[in-house]
DNA sequence: AAAATAACCAACCGCCGACAC
DNA sequence: CGTGTCGGCGGTTGGTTATTT
């Protein structure tokens, strides 16, 4: 506390982000808060881990959001809400923090979605119906339900598992997500 | 051309659940 | 079984860039 904390804040150097890569590299993911202590990086575990998943991961699209992803995001917050990490785990190459923004900055204007009223986007008299589901489909044509999870290199990519035998994966998607924090 | 404003993006903060000890 | 630590999530802020006046 006194003296201050000795991690530094604000935005990643190249040399920063090179001495993260290396460990990954190495050591894996993981272990988050070993970094600062094991490589000297002035960082906090928290802070690495944001790094990497939202830059330096290899499997990171970068760039604009097409109108397909545009469409997706639409419709899974449509049933979903602000289930941001739910949400990018369905959109290949894009980050829970990259959907956020975007949805923030763009999609809400371009719906004429105001901000501070967040459950408008998910009215209460819209339930999740196989109808949306079946609207649902990726950019590359496949269902939902069948869309495997993203990260090439075989990362875990969070807690949804598309469940063989699952009959509704917006279903697993919906309690696996809610079952994290109290839907309000 | 300069100043003001808007838009965008990266990163931080606080909270929560899972897990190890 | 209780406590502490760690990782993950969503909301928010701050800095930079683009656009408008």
């Known amino acids: 506390m006194k003296g201050g904390n000795e991690y530094k804040k604000g935005l990643w150097t190249a040399e920063e982000d090179r001495v993260l890569m290396d460990y990954i590299m190495v050591h894996g993911k993981g272990k988050w808060n070993r970094i600062a202590r094991e490589t000297g990086l002035k960082r906090c575990g928290k802070s690495c881990r944001l790094r990497w998943m939202n830059y330096l991961s290899p499997s990171v699209k970068r760039g ?62 819209e339930p999740i119906s196989g109808e949306l589901e079946k609207n649902i489909e990726t950019p590359s044509g496949s269902n939902l339900s069948e869309l495997p999870n993203k990260c090439p290199n075989g990362e875990k990519e969070g807690e949804i598992v598309t469940k063989e035998g699952s009959q509704s994966a917006i279903g697993e998607l919906f309690f696996s997500g809610a079952s994290r924090r109290s839907l309000s």
Do not use: M, Y
């Open 64 to 125: 604009d959001f097409s109108e397909e992803e545009d469409d997706l995001i639409i419709r899974l917050h449509k049933l979903l809400g602000n289930r941001w990490s739910l949400i990018a785990g369905r959109v290949p190459g894009r980050t829970d923090n990259q959907v956020k923004n975007h949805w923030n900055t763009r999609l809400s204007k371009k719906l004429g979605i105001k901000k501070g009223k967040s459950e408008e986007t998910r009215t209460n008299s």
